[in-house]
């Protein structure tokens, strides 16, 4: 089970951070963010490697968007900078087996069999 928290309101060009956490263990999994704004598609975000040796991010957030992972490594963080209108959204946490498959596909939303509930994230102006 993924629980999400930190969703929040926040201004044009400030920053916020998002948390995850699993309740069990993490052993062998990849985890990262997904997000659907109303009314748009449920789009990847970014992801990271079950060690925290690789990222992976969405053109969209590249440069302004940070994932990391606890060395305890049940707990990911997207740290979101620079923040747009267009960056408003319900933000899940997705955790899946860092397989072969997932490799090849980092983006896909089902490579990732686990899903948080979402957080809010809205950025006003």
Known sequence: QL???GGGLVQVEGSWRLSCTT???ADGLAMGWFRQAPGKEREFVAAIT???TSTYYSDSVKGRFTI???STKNTVSLQM???KPEDTAV???VAGRQSYSWSRNVQGPTQYAYW???TQVTVSS
């Open 91 to 93: 933000y899940y946490c």
């Open 81 to 83: 900078n620079s923040l």
């Open 68 to 70: 990391s992972r606890a």
């Open 50 to 52: 079950w060690s925290a």
């Open 3 to 5: 629980q999400a928290s």
């Open 116 to 118: 948080g509930q979402g």
């Open 23 to 25: 309740s069990g263990s």
